[in-house]
Structures are given as structure tokens and as C-alpha cells.
Nanobody, 128 residues
Framework: QMQLVESGGGLVQAGDSLRLSCAAS????????MGWFRQAPGKEREFVAA????????YYADSVKGRFTISRDNAKNTVYLQMNSLKPEDTAVYYC?????????????????????WGQGTQVTVSS
């Protein structure tokens, strides 16, 4: 089993930056594809960003492309989401997710059903 704990959320103003962290325990993330999702009040959970286990392949939702960056430090068992130029529409609970399979070096996933482990989420609120 893998446990994921997100941190780094908070209340910021539009245009500010935040870096979310997702610390894993229980098993290594080094062969897992990792993803970030978010859920705003009254909305479905939506894909934000994903990374292959090598970190060489990443993918972003159009709404965050060019502003957010996913990265990972497998040695620290941690994944990050750098969020720049934040907008009020980025306000949501952000969740980290991991797959349990031994992934190929290029695999990443945008569908929440492909992920097996989830964190409890961290709130990001962006004021205008």
C-alpha cells in the first residue's frame, strides 16, 4: 500500500505562485506514474497534470498548460506541482495520485480511474 500526503496549499492572490508537494510512504513511487487532479465545489474531479515514472514524459490539461509544472524526485519519494500565474478558476482541492503497476518509462495517465492511490487533498484558494 502507498500513502500519499499533499501539502503546500493555501490562500493566494491572482498572479501568485504555489508549489504543492505530495509525499509518498509505504512503497516507492519510482516505478509509478503520478498525477495531480483537482475538484472545485460542485464540480467533477478533473485532471491537471501527469508524469511518467522517469519524469521525462509529462502531460497537462489545457487550462494549466504553460502555468503549471509537474516534477518528481524519486529518491525523496515526492512529487511536486509548481503553479504559477494562478487564477481564481484554479481554486479547488488538489489531489495527488499514483498507479500501483510497474510502469514503462513513458506512461502517464489522464483518467482518474487509472490511478490506485490517492491523497487526502490540499485546498488552493485564489482570490481576485
Amino acid at each position: 500500500q502507498m500513502q500519499l500526503v499533499e501539502s503546500g496549499g493555501g490562500l493566494v492572490q491572482a498572479g501568485d505562485s504555489l508549489r504543492l508537494s505530495c509525499a509518498a510512504s509505504g512503497r516507492t513511487i519510482s516505478r509509478s506514474s503520478m498525477g495531480w487532479f483537482r475538484q472545485a465545489p460542485g464540480k467533477e474531479r478533473e485532471f491537471v497534470a501527469a508524469s511518467s515514472w522517469t519524469g521525462r514524459n509529462t502531460y497537462y490539461a489545457d487550462s494549466v498548460k504553460g502555468r503549471f509544472t509537474i516534477s518528481r524526485d524519486n529518491a525523496k519519494n515526492t512529487v511536486y506541482l509548481q503553479m504559477n500565474s494562478l487564477k481564481p478558476e484554479d481554486t479547488a482541492v488538489y489531489y495527488c495520485a499514483a498507479t500501483s503497476r510497474l510502469e514503462s518509462g513513458s506512461s502517464y495517465y489522464t483518467y482518474y480511474g487509472d490511478y490506485d492511490y490517492w491523497g487526502q487533498g490540499t485546498q488552493v484558494t485564489v482570490s481576485s
